[in-house]
């Protein structure tokens, strides 16, 4: 089993909608939480970045980190084709190393 | 990309041939780390940097060496390419060790023939 899970998908949502994106993790020891966005072939951005549990917003991107049941989820609201990318969520103990999950692949139809 | 750059971009090559690959970083920062993406595995860590000449092996480290003799150059060599090692590999740098933000470069395709 991986340590984190994350659907490839891929997603297709209509420009406007509301897209929820997730993974789950196994180890309890992570206390650090980020999102990637990785245009095709170019390499993956940081988008969000939060340390335990709660929410952090930015502008249309929220994150949520929920350590009791070991999910983490990153919602874009209002989604524009400019946000069709590959999402990867990662994560860290703190020892230097983010593990990362599979991606999810994402399409905003206009 | 966070002043980071990769060298080459896209490289094609035959098995058994060794290969180098640069990352060069005008950001100062202390770790470096090169990964490589695959379809169905995400990003993998190879090696990463954690100063100059100090490094460790990631989770698919079989294959490949690295090293850094600079704090903005890290290398990694594939002594001997085999197909399997085709990929698309990234560099990322960070001056955060304990939280781990990383910013990565754009990327080198490589091919494996």
């Known amino acids: 089993q991986k340590e984190v899970e994350q659907d490839p998908g891929p997603l297709s949502v209509p420009e406007g909608a509301i897209v929820s994106l997730n993974c789950t993790y196994s180890?309890?020891?992570?206390?650090?939480f980020m999102w990637y966005r990785q245009y095709s072939r170019k390499g993956p951005e940081l988008l969000m970045y939060?340390?335990?549990?709660g929410n952090k917003e930015d502008g249309r991107f929220t994150a949520q980190v929920d350590k009791s049941s070991k999910y983490i989820s990153l919602f874009i609201r209002d989604s524009q084709p400019s946000d069709s990318a590959t999402y990867l969520c990662?994560?860290?103990?703190?020892?230097?190393?983010?593990?990362f999950g599979q991606g999810t692949r994402l399409t905003i139809n206009p | 990309d966070a002043g980071i750059t990769q060298s080459p971009r896209h490289k094609v090559t035959e098995t058994g041939t060794p290969v180098t690959l640069r990352c060069h970083q005008t950001?100062?920062?202390?770790?470096m780390y090169w990964y490589r993406q695959d379809p169905g595995h995400g990003l993998r860590l190879i090696h990463y940097?954690?100063?100059?000449?100090?490094?460790d092996k990631g989770e698919v480290s079989d294959g490949y060496s690295v090293s850094r003799s600079k704090t903005e150059d890290f290398l990694l060599t594939l002594e001997s390419a085999t197909s399997s090692q085709t990929s698309v590999y990234f560099c990322?740098?960070?001056?955060?060790?304990?939280?781990?933000?990383?910013?990565f470069g754009p990327g080198t395709r490589l091919t494996v023939l």
């Open positions: 180890n309890s020891a992570f206390q650090y």
């Open positions: 939060t340390y335990s549990s």
């Open positions: 990662a994560m860290s103990k703190g020892a230097q190393k983010l593990v």
């Open positions: 990322a740098i960070s001056d955060r060790g304990l939280d781990n933000e990383q910013f």
């Open positions: 950001e100062n920062h202390r770790y």
């Open positions: 940097s954690y100063g100059v000449k100090d490094t």
